[in-house]
């Protein structure tokens, strides 16, 4: 059994670990900054600074690490004022917070203030950054993870192969699905996350079909057609929706799998997200949901896990060690989270998504026998990255700036489990 690596709410013994200097990226104010605030003054840390995201876009003076930090990059989601600086150009006189589109401007724009902070990290002695943006660009595009996943024997839904040029909207979408064999399928905006503009779609038979989304359609301020996100999911059947719902997304880069029966402990349709903190599998929640999309926000709960681990049974195991094993593809990044889609019968699984910001999860502590029992993910990443970071290189230990880049490179189609 580990030993447990950090407990909740109290102090740690002195130890001279502790004097690091931690430094975050991060919107000041946010839930994540400060889970992570208070998880680095727990664990017996000072004051971690805060580098504003808003700053580094704008390349605002000073918006640059101090030397001798362990730098940490977190979300720059949930913040109008960066939401703007990303995409705002690319919705032109249309930008409103909760519209979907924009992502291929994000995405560079995103990116690239990654690698400016990689750079400036380099420049400041005693700088650790603990992140590679080659990865976490990685994880923000769909189609990339699917394929890096694909091509290292990950278990993963069936990709709608694109090879031919991208979809066009729904009738070159609904063409290609059934020359494919995949009447059922959710379609993603390849940089989107919290589910922005994830379509489930089933084509039925007679050329009827069913869309379901929290994407709500409407007109932008500028007059033109748009899709905006809400918190209510909805569904689309008629084919003057189905169209203007999937012509706009066209507009964006699009990821599209296969739509895989989940397990449906009670009726409601099942997936696990997975903290995997350097290295090893510490958090997991079980979402459950009345609709085919169970992100929290969108009206999902967090089920009994322990009920879903006894029902699971020997795959349990599995699923950890194809967290883990995912989390391997990613050394540079001390924490990532994996979306498990567990299969109807409990007897196989798959991995749906790759999150870098995905540990956003308020009191849920470690699993028994991960080390982080009693801790948050937030402890348990600080914890991880004070315990290894004057250690040598091993398996367990952050990959850092000084390891080199690691690149992942692919196409998006993949192999079903």
């Not at 400060?34 to 704008?58: K, S, T, Y």
């Not at 589910?195 to 007679?206: I, K, N, T």
């Not at 099942?270 to 903290?275: A, E, G, I, M, N």
Request: glycine share 12%; aromatic share 4%.
């Amino acid at each position: 059994m580990a030993t447990s690596i950090v407990s909740a709410g109290r102090r740690l013994a002195p130890d001279p670990r502790r004097s690091a200097r931690f430094t975050v990226v991060g919107n000041p104010g946010s839930r994540r900054v400060d889970l992570f605030r208070a998880a680095v003054l727990a664990a017996g840390g000072p004051e971690p600074a805060v580098l504003a995201w808003a700053d580094v876009l704008r390349g605002a003076p000073g918006a640059v690490p101090a030397p001798g930090t362990l730098l940490r990059i977190d979300s720059p989601g949930e913040d109008e004022r960066v939401d703007r600086l990303l995409r705002g150009d690319a919705l032109g006189g249309g930008w409103d917070p909760t519209r979907v589109g924009g992502g291929t401007a994000w995405y560079e724009r995103f990116t690239a203030a990654l690698r400016e902070l990689a750079r400036s990290a380099a420049a400041v002695p005693g700088c650790v950054l603990l992140a590679d943006p080659d990865e976490i660009a990685v994880m923000f595009d769909k189609r990339r993870t699917h394929a890096l996943l694909a091509d290292a024997a990950v278990p993963v839904p069936r990709a709608l192969d694109q090879g031919g040029g991208p979809v066009a909207g729904w009738d070159d979408l609904r063409e290609r699905l059934l020359a494919a064999g995949m009447p059922r399928a959710f379609v993603k905006p390849a940089h989107a996350s919290s589910a922005s503009g994830v379509v489930a779609v089933e084509l039925g038979p007679r050329g009827r079909a069913r869309a379901t989304t929290s994407a709500a359609l409407g007109t932008a301020a500028d007059g033109r057609p748009a899709l905006f996100n809400s918190l209510r999911v909805r569904r689309y059947t008629q084919e003057s929706q189905l169209r203007a719902l999937f012509d706009v997304l066209a507009g964006e880069r699009l990821h599209v799998e296969r739509w895989l029966p989940k397990a449906s402990p009670h009726g409601k349709p099942c997936d696990l997200r997975v903290v995997v903190t350097a290295g090893r599998a510490t958090h997991a929640v079980l979402r459950t949901s009345r609709h085919p999309v169970t992100n929290l926000h969108l009206g999902g709960a967090r089920g009994d896990l322990s009920a879903f681990r006894d029902a699971a049974g020997p795959e349990w195991p599995a699923v950890l060690e194809t967290c883990e094993r995912t989390a391997r593809l990613f050394p540079g990044s001390p924490v990532v989270a994996v979306d498990v889609l567990p299969s109807a019968n409990l007897r196989g699984h798959a991995v749906g998504e790759v999150n870098a910001f995905g540990d956003l999860l308020p009191g849920l502590t470690g699993l028994p026998g991960s080390g982080a029992e009693g801790a948050d993910t937030y402890a348990a990443f600080t914890a991880a990255v004070l315990r290894v970071r004057d250690s040598p290189r091993t398996a367990d230990r952050p990959r850092t700036q000084a390891d080199g880049p690691r690149t992942a490179k692919g196409t998006p189609e993949g192999t079903p489990k």
